[in-house]
């Protein structure tokens, strides 16, 4: 595993473990065992996803020290605010069975997450949060939140694969030091991106897969991805692209593949705001 220090020093590994949409706690707990038997050590998880219990109890039962894990969890729009967040924050850690979180993200740019951040802020000077930041703000939120906040995130997590490879939002979150993070990195299946031509001949130089070069070029960017899977075979797969770098050629190649624009979530629709707050993680 290679790691990369967040602007606090924090060290954080290039990939980890992602469990969105795996909310039968059963499967979740069993999905992140093998993953940490398979050596992961980033964990990702969120108020709503359903699982931070379930996330829980397969770190406690792993037997890995806690501080060789790296855990993250985010923040949902019904608790972007101040008051909201101190609890919000505090409800994960019970659910976790955790004393601190190494990541702690707000989860969508919705509500008031100014006051939910200084909340977060006040945990992190606290020693409850080691690195504080978001999910899904694109430039222009980013670079609000950063002008205003006195803690500049750590970390950004967007929708970062080969088909939108944001590479003006790259360009800005490295003007602020803030490390970027993929959720979705294989397009959530789209783009045939499994069995993409482009990418199953530059993988087949290397003896790799379409997928594991999608995760490769994407750490080589910088950027750190955590790949979801419930298959344990899947799992090691993905975590087994640190043995081959991708040449500047195939790099150039993949460039080619960005559409500009995301298939899968739409921040701008107003309905799908809507959405985002009526979807509710607890009373």
């Not at 993250?72 to 729009?77: A, E, P, Q």
């Not at 004393?99 to 020693?127: C, F, K, T, W």
């Not at 939120?141 to 950063?146: E, F, I, K, S, V």
Request: proline content about 4%; aromatic content about 10%; glycine content about 8%.
């Amino acid at each position: 595993m290679e790691f990369i220090t967040l602007n606090n020093g924090v060290k954080m590994p290039l990939e980890g473990f992602g469990v969105f949409q795996v909310p039968d706690a059963a499967i979740c707990e069993q999905a992140v065992t093998d993953a940490i038997a398979a050596g992961y050590r980033l964990i990702d998880t969120a108020a709503a996803y359903y699982n931070e219990e379930a996330v829980g109890a397969a770190i406690a039962k792993s037997g890995v020290p806690r501080e060789e894990l790296f855990i993250t969890t985010k923040l949902w729009v019904q608790d972007a605010s101040y008051e909201a967040a101190q609890k919000a924050i505090d409800t994960s850690l019970q659910k976790l069975g955790l004393d601190y979180l190494d990541l702690y993200l707000i989860h969508q740019p919705m509500g008031d997450y100014v006051g939910a951040y200084r909340a977060m802020e006040e945990a992190y000077h606290a020693g409850k949060l080691r690195a504080i930041g978001v999910s899904n703000f694109y430039p222009a939120r980013l670079a609000d939140l950063c002008e205003t906040v006195s803690v500049i995130p750590a970390v950004n997590q967007v929708e970062l694969h080969p088909f939108f490879q944001q590479a003006d939002a790259l360009q800005l979150m490295q003007e602020y030091g803030v490390t970027p993070e993929a959720w979705g990195p294989f397009a959530e299946g789209n783009h045939g991106i499994f069995t993409h031509p482009v990418l199953t001949a530059i993988g087949a130089k290397y003896g790799k897969s379409a997928a594991q070069v999608a995760l490769r070029w994407n750490v080589q960017r910088g950027v750190v991805v955590i790949p979801k899977s419930v298959k344990a075979e899947r799992m090691t797969q993905n975590f087994d692209i640190w043995d081959f770098t991708l040449s500047a050629e195939d790099m150039a190649e993949i460039a080619k593949l960005d559409i500009g624009h995301s298939e899968i979530v739409g921040h701008n629709n107003p309905d799908f705001v809507k959405m985002l707050h009526q979807l509710k993680v607890h009373d």
